[in-house]
């Protein structure tokens, strides 16, 4: 069983950046696109951006304020968000794309002055 385990949240003001992480207890890495998702308050879970197993990024949203990495040796993925607007405010998680394996906890991410 694959477990996700996200981090890096926060409470940040509008502007700041984040670099959130997920580590896999698997290697996941090698066979399968790999996606951030998140999900606001009161609404279903969204897209944020992914990388396919070649490395292939795709982002939602402007890829300016958004990089998606990973670090296979690692099994950890990375998000880094640059100018955090306070409709950012979500639970981030992660997953295959579309998503395989049991959700984890997630990291909440709050954009608030």
């Known amino acids: 069983q694959v477990q996700l385990v996200e981090s890096g949240g926060g409470l940040v003001q509008p502007g700041g950046s984040l670099r959130l992480s997920c580590v896999t207890s698997?290697?996941?890495?090698?066979?399968?696109?790999l996606a951030w998702y998140r999900q606001r308050p009161g609404t279903q879970r969204e897209f944020v951006a992914w990388v396919t197993s070649s490395g292939t990024t795709n982002y939602v949203e402007s890829k300016d304020r958004f990089t998606i990495y990973k670090d296979a040796a690692k099994n950890t993925m990375f998000l880094q968000i640059r100018n955090l607007k306070p409709d950012d405010t979500a639970v981030y998680y992660c997953?295959?794309?579309?998503?395989?394996?049991?959700w984890g906890q997630g990291t909440q991410v709050t954009v608030s002055s």
């Open positions: 997953n295959t794309m579309p998503a395989r394996f049991t």
């Open positions: 698997g290697n996941i890495f090698s066979n399968n696109d």
